[in-house]
């Protein structure tokens, strides 16, 4: 379950928003459930409400503080961008008014649709039913369904059913309680009048509050008031148009923004991958099998009984290599599946540890590389990146990794280096040529495992500023001496170059696109955080940046319609813009030397 709190990387629990949320939503939402924090919430019908923002892979939610409903804010299908932005808030004061961290969340709004599919919203005729059974409406988030087929190889047997994606289903009044909760009374300085307030902030009349009685039920209503303010601007027009939600959290160390870049981060990558067929069979999503037919969620406790049938193989002794390939295969393809599984995985640091020896073993134990180990290799750095999918707020990943200075974390990064090309005679032979395919694939799957250390980094470089480790810049640092690290380095940012050419395809796959835009974070990462990759990156592709790399040519590899395509638009920029100085720099020592 999430955590909050601030001032660690760790967060602490809120017992009561934990009880809340828990026996208000059907388990596969409260298990998606990352992090929440109260923040204060500015849009343009919110006016500095303070709130409990509460964070899931798919969705942001809002609820009062204390908590008495929840209602969706936005998908991250939705958003275009999430800002951090440094300014002093005026409603703020003294030592809060300098910690306050201002986060900008831009998106798109829904659409108004005739039936609402808002939660909160009941047919005239209907009210509010009881607690249990729980009510259950579809969700408009798309949702990856977990099913028993999870482990292959150890196959279970269950029933078939169905498993909708529930909504929550409120068990107290839907109203605002008082005019306590609309204000900033729970921040440390002194509530604005009442007359000052905002009128979009007023409660409601005593003639349209929502009494719970004796039975369980509530009078019929349209909606909550705050589902009503944040859907309020989309029934003036039917036109997408930008929108803008502020929150505002009131510590300096708070992580709520790197939670919520990193779960857009996941979401956009997800999304856009699962436009692939091929994908969406591997996690078991198919859109021509209806939900009616769908097997059930696999439990938690069944989950960690086959998680711990399949460590205690991979933990044998003597284990052939073919063994070990179908093993780590099923590992991967259940860790794609559930979500549980990847924070069972992190909590049981015997097989991380092995895997990274295997990797050790595998990648650099001989002097020439051959098939069976480039795909071993390959297969391992795979399901470790799977691994570190929507995990950082799990407590045992943090130690595992950060335990002896780093010791095992300095292990994986240096074991996925490897020189990018062959070491072979004159004559390249159609084994060198296959073997530099695989080669290819391996360096594809260590850029996107680096990638989601990187992101493990910029979260430790944010809310551990005395302890270095696992920070962006000690990943790089780690890194450095390794003796192919340049190499490795080239080989990532030639291709940047080469996807981004005008002699390529016209437009890039899922695939491709979510790894340009690793490989984009990445070279970014170099740029920002390490001087000697960004000085070498700068002079030995100063001229492919310059004349072969065009912001107009990812647009025309970028198809619109994917979610990552934007967000790697601003990287493309990004790293543009870095190379700016030096162009500019090195014409004018050129011109002083009358060269």
């Not at 998908?75 to 409603?91: A, G, K, T």
């Not at 979401?267 to 097997?295: N, V």
């Not at 399901?383 to 095992?408: D, I, Q």
Request: charged share 25%.
């Amino acid at each position: 379950m999430a955590r909050t709190g601030s001032g660690s990387l760790l967060y602490r629990r809120n017992v009561k928003l934990d009880h809340f949320l828990k026996i208000n939503t059907e388990r596969t939402v409260y298990e998606r459930i990352r992090a929440y924090e109260p923040c204060v919430v500015v849009s343009k019908t919110i006016n500095k409400v303070y709130m409990h923002v509460v964070l899931s892979d798919e969705c942001v939610y809002l609820t009062e503080y204390p908590p008495r409903t929840l209602t969706t804010a936005f998908s991250f299908r939705r958003v275009r961008d999430i800002e951090l932005i440094n300014d002093l808030p005026d409603f703020l004061s003294g030592k809060d008014r300098e910690l306050c961290q201002h986060i900008r969340v831009t998106y798109l709004p829904e659409r108004p649709t005739t039936k609402s599919r808002d939660w909160l919203r009941r047919d005239k005729k209907e009210g509010l039913p009881p607690a249990a059974p729980p009510y259950r409406r579809n969700s408009h988030c798309p949702t990856v369904m977990q099913t028993s087929d999870e482990f292959p190889a150890l196959r279970t047997q269950s029933a078939n059913g169905t498993e909708e994606v529930p909504m929550l289903p409120p068990t107290r009044s839907a109203s605002w309680p008082n005019q306590e909760s609309l204000g900033l009374l729970k921040v440390p300085h002194p509530p604005a009048p009442p007359h000052r307030r905002s009128s979009s902030s007023s409660p409601s009349p005593p003639d349209q509050r929502v009494n719970i009685s004796e039975s369980g039920q509530v009078p019929r209503r349209i909606g909550s008031f705050l589902s009503r303010l944040l859907r309020r601007d989309d029934m003036k027009d039917k036109e997408e148009r930008e929108a803008e939600l502020h929150f505002y959290a009131v510590s300096e160390t708070s992580r709520f923004y790197l939670h919520l870049q990193s779960s857009w981060n996941s979401f956009i990558i997800r999304s856009t991958l699962l436009l692939d067929p091929l994908y969406r069979r591997r996690c078991s999503i198919s859109s021509d099998s209806p939900p009616e037919k769908r097997p059930p969620a696999i439990s938690l406790e069944r989950t960690a009984h086959l998680f711990g049938q399949l460590t205690a193989e991979l933990l044998q002794k003597e284990i052939s290599v073919e063994s070990l390939y179908l093993l780590l295969q099923e590992l991967r393809t259940a860790a794609h599946r559930n979500a549980a599984l990847r924070r069972l995985f992190w909590r049981s640091s015997e097989v991380c540890a092995f895997l990274v020896q295997t990797l050790e073993d595998s990648l650099h134990g001989c002097q020439s590389l051959t098939a069976d180990q480039l795909l071993l290799s390959t297969l391992i750095v795979q399901t470790l990146a799977v691994m570190f999918r929507e995990t950082e707020v799990e407590p045992a990943r943090h130690f595992l990794l950060s335990a002896k200075k780093g010791a095992l974390a300095s292990r994986m990064l240096l074991a996925l280096l490897c020189d990018p090309v062959l070491k072979s005679g004159n004559q390249r032979s159609l084994v060198d040529c296959e073997l530099q395919a695989l080669l290819a694939d391996y360096l594809d799957a260590a850029c996107s495992l680096l990638f989601e250390m990187l992101l493990l980094g910029q979260e430790a470089s944010r809310c551990s500023p005395f302890d270095n480790f696992l920070s962006v810049g000690w990943i790089l640092r780690v890194m450095q001496p390794h003796p192919h690290l340049l190499a490795f380095i080239s080989y990532q940012a030639q291709h940047v170059v080469l996807v981004l050419s005008d002699l390529q395809e016209p437009f890039l796959s899922p695939a491709q696109s979510v790894l340009l835009f690793q490989r984009c974070r990445l070279l970014l990462a170099c740029l920002q955080y390490n001087s000697h990759l960004a000085h070498h990156l700068r002079s030995h592709f100063r001229e492919e940046f310059r004349y072969s790399v065009k912001l107009s040519y990812a647009r025309e590899k970028l198809p619109p319609h994917y979610p990552i395509s934007q967000p790697t638009l601003r990287l493309v920029e990004q790293i543009l813009t870095l190379h700016k100085p030096l162009l500019t720099n090195t014409r004018a020592l050129m011109f002083e030397k009358g060269l």
